[in-house]
């Protein structure tokens, strides 16, 4: 019997934002009362500043061990901590889930991150050249194609000023002037029909007017290969620059391989960044940035101008030509032989990015919205779930259910496994290898004596080495990842990439941060990585290193009053922090960061 207090609205999966007690609770035990028991101890004060780095966090990692404090030059240990004198006799550290649904404090220290590193692609700044702002770039949207008719709200013109609060007159839905008493109905005898003008939060948004009519498989293996459509139009809009490019006379650019080989490459090349945002229907669509920059042939991995003569436009020609271009069918299926066309939407919105505070998609309103929906996955369609397995794909998959529900009965169905498996007795038997000896010898790189043809001790520590790696599973069956991703409706990659030259890393910004809250208090200023990378290889500038000897104790808070406490003052002050920037960019009469552009 333990205790749980859900800390987010019940929107998430089962189980996600509850805490549950790590010690026995006694009668008339709550909530209330555990946290008056946790603040009228002496060492509460002391326990708060210890847990303040994972205040906010939903369910916090906790680490016991060891800390040591080791001489830089010498390597000897000066000072040990054990966690057994620590407050709960653990280190707290924050999740750093980015799903605003399952922990909002750390999302929204991922989504300041992706704000900083996608807004730095644009007008400099943390290590990229300010010279990027004087590039052009370009915020297109990809649209998945449509798989039946859904309810929309359709507004052709807006007169509102905030289109989160949008109150415009919408147009019908589907209308559609009948001419006979069938001409309503689908093949299905379901109303085709719609004449409802849906508000902005009306739940039938993105749901099918018949789900019989509607391609659930074409959606979910759309969604599936969304991720190659996106990377073929990238290179499909390179060909292009790079055709247009030779037009204009420009010549290719001679650049040294790692390999020490010389070869040439266009004068042009893209950076981009996209985020991918699962529509109400649950189809992604995907949000870029494009930057185009030039080659510079002593440093091909500098950011450099492009070449004279390359503007906005010619980005934008480029994306119109590489979506209505690219399309390709899947690999057969057994219930598909042909495969399934891959191919964008009818809607492509392509629009101009501008630096500093006038323009109509300028970069803090850009690097806000994609930060905004880098926090976000399945919430858009109502259905939030952990990874499903063959015990629970029964509670959400329905061949005859919703929406949703035949979404990931297609998922589970189309990713099953195709491959007949041949028997035991049938699969041919072939000898077993026996160690063949040699005459005996030593290993050069190790010195061991052996008779054996290959050094033992060599072969098992490369295969140690390998055994730490990431296993790489291939399959025959390109479908099969369906059935690992269904909770995702069939989309299994990132939310948010970037190219590796449009801007910094999450890990730099992190390193930054670590190293500025070691130092804050300190008087020699802050120490910040961008030149050495990580804050470990400052080692030149101290004299000891903090070392954590720490292995994983468990996950959340020990009582549902610790939790209650911790989340409400991170709450106060994430709604501090928020207020202040509304106010500061109120003063400088600017769009704070989450504004969505008008291209939403």
Same mark, same amino acid.
């Given at each position: 019997m333990a205790s749980t207090l859900d800390l987010t609205p019940r929107a998430s999966a089962r189980g996600v934002g509850s805490n549950a007690d790590t010690i026995p609770?006694?009668?008339?035990?709550?909530?209330?009362?555990?946290?008056?028991?946790?603040?009228?101890?002496?060492?509460?004060?002391g326990w708060l500043e210890h847990i303040r780095a994972a205040a906010g966090c939903t369910r916090p990692i906790r680490l016991a061990g060891q800390v040591l404090t080791v001489d830089a030059t010498t390597g000897r240990v000066l000072d040990q901590r054990s966690t057994d004198g620590m407050p709960d006799a653990a280190i707290y550290t924050a999740c750093g889930n980015r799903r605003a649904t399952v922990c909002p404090s750390c999302a929204q220290t991922y989504q300041r991150d992706a704000f900083q590193l996608l807004r730095a692609g644009l007008v400099g700044g943390k290590g990229v050249p300010e010279s990027v702002a004087a590039h052009p770039a370009v915020f297109p949207t990809f649209t998945a194609p449509s798989f039946g008719p859904v309810h929309a709200r359709v507004v052709k013109r807006h007169t509102c000023t905030n289109r989160r609060r949008c109150d415009c007159r919408a147009?019908?839905?589907?209308?559609?002037?009948?001419?006979?008493a069938t001409s309503g109905l689908c093949a299905h005898g379901r109303p085709a029909v719609c004449w409802a003008r849906h508000e902005a939060g009306d739940a039938v948004l993105g749901r099918p007017l018949?789900?019989?009519?509607?391609?659930?498989?074409?959606q979910v293996v759309w969604n599936l290969f969304s991720g190659e459509l996106w990377h073929r139009t990238k290179q499909a809009a390179e060909r292009w620059l790079a055709k247009l490019a030779r037009q204009r006379g420009i010549p290719r650019v001679e650049v040294v391989t790692a390999s020490g080989?010389?070869?040439?490459?266009?004068?042009?090349?893209?950076?981009?960044?996209?985020?991918?945002?699962?529509?109400?229907?649950?189809?992604?669509?995907?949000?870029?940035?494009?930057?185009?920059?030039?080659?510079?042939?002593?440093?091909?991995?500098?950011?450099?101008?492009?070449?004279?003569?390359?503007?906005?436009?010619?980005?934008v020609d480029a994306f119109r030509h590489a979506a209505a271009?690219?399309?390709?069918?899947?690999?057969?299926?057994?219930?598909?032989?042909e495969g399934w066309l891959i191919t964008w939407g009818e809607q492509l919105d392509i629009r101009p990015i501008t630096t500093g505070i006038d323009g109509e998609v300028t970069d803090g309103m850009v690097a806000g919205y994609l930060a905004k929906y880098a926090t976000k996955s399945t919430e858009a369609t109502g259905h939030t779930s952990t990874r499903l397995t063959a015990d629970s794909i029964g509670d959400y998959a329905d061949p005859d259910g919703d929406h949703t529900a035949r979404l990931?009965?297609?998922?589970?169905?189309?990713?099953?496994p195709t491959g007949t498996p041949i028997p035991l007795s049938e699969r041919p038997r072939e000898p077993r290898p026996r160690p063949g000896f040699v005459d005996?010898?030593?290993?050069?790189? =190790?010195?061991?004596?052996?008779?054996?043809?290959? =050094?033992?001790?060599?072969?098992?520590?490369?295969?140690?080495?390998?055994?730490?790696?990431?296993?790489?599973?291939?399959?025959?069956?390109?479908?099969a990842r369906l059935r690992r991703w269904a909770h995702m409706l069939g989309y299994g990659g990132h939310f948010l990439t970037k190219g590796r030259r449009y801007s910094v890393t999450f890990q730099l910004l992190r390193d930054t941060r670590i190293a500025y809250r070691r130092h804050e208090h300190q008087d020699q200023g802050d120490v910040h990585p961008a030149a050495g990378g990580s804050p470990a290889a400052q080692v030149g500038e101290?004299?000891?290193l903090i070392v954590g000897a720490l292995t994983f104790a468990g996950v959340g808070w020990h009582t549902t009053g610790d939790a209650l406490l911790a989340n409400t003052a991170a709450a106060m002050a994430r709604e501090r922090r928020t207020t202040g920037r509304e106010e500061l960019a109120h003063e400088l009469a600017t769009t704070p960061a989450g504004t969505v552009p008008a291209a939403a």
């Open positions: 609770p006694v009668f008339g035990y709550t909530a209330a009362g555990s946290a008056f028991e946790r603040a009228t101890r002496p060492d509460y004060f147009e019908p839905c589907h209308a559609r002037r009948p001419t006979d018949c789900l019989d009519c509607y391609d659930h498989d074409h080989k010389t070869r040439k490459v266009s004068p042009v090349r893209l950076s981009p960044g996209k985020v991918a945002e699962l529509q109400a229907r649950g189809a992604v669509h995907f949000h870029a940035i494009a930057r185009l920059d030039g080659v510079n042939p002593a440093d091909p991995d500098a950011v450099v101008p492009p070449p004279a003569g390359f503007t906005v436009d010619d980005l271009q690219i399309a390709f069918h899947t690999p057969p299926h057994p219930d598909r032989p990931i009965d297609a998922c589970w169905r189309i990713g099953r005996r010898w030593e290993c050069p790189d =190790c010195g061991t004596h052996t008779r054996y043809a290959a =050094c033992p001790v060599c072969t098992a520590a490369r295969q140690a080495a390998l055994d730490t790696e990431p296993a790489s599973r291939p399959t025959t069956n390109p479908y101290h004299t000891t």
